[in-house]
């Protein structure tokens, strides 16, 4: 049943080393985002794929990329993580256009050792 | 620079009673407006909205009232429940991403 499927749900790694994050979904939603969420802050959002155009936010850090191999999947990878760099980040999809109603996953916590 | 703000970051109300959400915000563009909910460890899903070209939008227990000239919005609960105790977002799309306001942490006590 679940629509926007992130894995995994608590990720560990340590200072430096990559990590990835993955999201797929079942809903074939053209948009696909990722959002970072610290505690007790907005949601912000780091980049979007319109279909495959990929759409970058002006403030988010060189050490973040993203790939979407295709409609389903849609990976964040975080080159070297930082400390400031926990938190939870959140996949979600829409398909109305950009800035709709959005559907989101459960989420990855992420923590740096 | 946050365009949309909910000033205050938790509210604690009892079973039955009413909880009132606020949200404002500074950009008069904006003319639609999402409210999410979120539990703990759970990615936050869509709740109510309401467009620019209506004051207020009701959807059983949830109505949402929106101010256009104090650029401010509201989200009702009534009566409130235990379940309803999670985190409320507000939020607006403008142009390619949508905006979020901090939350609130509501608290429904039995």
């Known amino acids: 049943d679940a629509m926007v499927i992130q894995n995994p749900r608590y990720q560990v790694t340590q200072f430096g080393k990559p990590v990835t994050l993955s999201c797929s979904q079942t809903?074939?939603?053209?948009?696909m985002y990722w959002y970072q969420q610290k505690s007790s802050q907005a949601p912000k959002l780091l980049f979007h794929?319109?279909?495959?155009?990929?759409?970058n936010e002006a403030d988010t850090p060189d050490n973040f990329q993203s790939r979407r191999p295709n409609t389903s999947f849609c990976f964040l990878d975080i080159r070297s993580p930082g400390l400031g760099d926990a938190a939870m980040y959140l996949c979600?999809?829409?398909?109305?256009?950009?800035?709709?109603?959005?559907?989101f996953g459960s989420g990855t916590q992420l923590s740096v050792l | 620079d946050q365009q949309v703000k909910q000033n205050s970051p938790s509210l604690s109300v009892q079973e039955g009673r009413i909880s009132i959400l606020n949200c404002d915000y500074t950009n008069s563009m904006f003319d639609y407006f999402l409210w999410y909910k979120k539990y703990p460890a759970e990615g936050p899903t869509f709740l109510i909205s309401?467009?620019?070209?209506?004051d207020k939008n009701e959807d059983g227990r949830f109505t949402v009232f929106l101010n256009k000239s104090a650029k401010h919005l509201s989200l009702h609960i009534v009566p409130s429940q235990p379940g309803d105790s999670a985190v409320y977002f507000c939020a607006s799309p403008s142009g390619s991403r949508l905006t979020f306001g901090e939350g609130t942490q509501l608290t429904v006590n039995p």
């Open positions: 809903l074939n939603h053209n948009v």
């Open positions: 309401i467009s620019s070209i209506k």
């Open positions: 979600a999809t829409s398909s109305v256009g950009v800035g709709e109603k959005l559907f």
């Open positions: 794929y319109y279909d495959k155009d990929f759409n």
